[in-house]
């Protein structure tokens, strides 16, 4: 049976607390409103907003035998995502990260690798990768047995037979990450880090430059995200900068991953790059509405009614 999208990486517990005003000293105890459990990780994120746009999509990760990673497998499910792909590892706990909400500060995360860091490029089932239209891979760099000879053979074969390969990262600090991922470009059809992601990787801070040097490196399209400053794209054929949609900003958490989803979304409606970065840009913004990586992005009916009453303002570079 066919299917729209797989989505394969990092799947996590996130445990955050509601914005507080700022961090507490050494044995003090701060009251926030809200300390909550929402699902997390950037495969699970963006499977999780695929399937709000009506995207069929199943999910390919791993958890530990335990009760986080049974409410992972509850959420995708809840949220009408396919989860029969995520393999459960006895031997190791799930990943879990700790978000720190600072009222009018990015986001502080502590994160455990946990049964994220097993995953490796054996465990993508190619029968269902072949039945897929896009090929998602999220959290790469943050699963060490996911490397990249393994992981650009199976982009490799998936672009052979027409699958669409998206690759998203996460850097777990500073490290050369550039030797783990040159030999995997070539093999991709969207790219789709951060600006900071992006200089840890390239050794360069201006966004226009590090698209330039991934577009060089092999892959097709390039799309730089920049949080408020928009995003810039590099193809064989355009240079584009994209503004931002006007969203009240409550939290960043999963904005990046509602991006990624909103460009799928596009890609697999066959729109070009300019409407995908409409598509992205809307669904990243609608996710800022709240501290959980999830929760406010918009559905089907919400976006399309969005972007016909907004207008992206994308420009040449």
Known sequence: MSQDC??????????????????????????????????????SNAAMDLARVGVDVSVVGCVGNDAFGEYIIDALEDGGVDAGLIHRRPDVGTS?????????????????????????????????????????VGGFLLMPALVQEELAEVFRQ?????????????????????????KLLPHTDV????????????????????????FNAGAKTVVITCGGEGTYLRS??????????????????????????????????????????AWGSALGGSCVRSISATDSVFTLDQVEAYLREHKLTITNW
């Not at 990486?9 to 300390?35: N, S």
């Not at 672009?159 to 850097?171: A, M, P, Q, W, Y």
Request: glycine letters at 10%.
């Open 96 to 136: 879990a990260t700790l978000i720190i909400n600072v009222r009018g500060e990015d986001r502080r995360f502590i994160h455990t690798l946990g049964a994220n860091a097993k995953l490796t490029a054996a465990d993508i089932p190619w029968k269902e990768v072949k039945h897929s239209k896009v090929l998602y």
């Open 191 to 214: 790219f789709l880090p951060n600006t900071d992601e992006s200089t840890v990787i390239t050794g360069q801070a201006d966004p226009k430059t590090q698209a330039e040097i991934f």
């Open 6 to 43: 797989l989505s394969v990486g990092v799947l996590v517990a996130d445990h955050m607390c509601a914005p507080i005003e700022r961090l507490p000293k050494p044995g003090e105890l701060l009251v926030t409103d809200q300390l909550l459990l929402t699902i997390g990780g950037c495969a």
């Open 236 to 277: 064989t054929d355009l240079k584009l900068h994209a503004e931002v949609f006007p969203f009240t900003f409550v939290g960043g958490t999963g904005a990046g991953d509602a991006f990624d989803a909103g460009y799928i979304a596009g890609l697999l409606r066959g729109l070009g790059p300019r409407d995908c970065l």
């Open 158 to 182: 998936a672009r052979e037979i027409g699958v669409v390969t998206v690759l998203d990262v996460v850097l777990p600090g500073p490290g050369d990450y550039w030797h783990r991922l040159e």
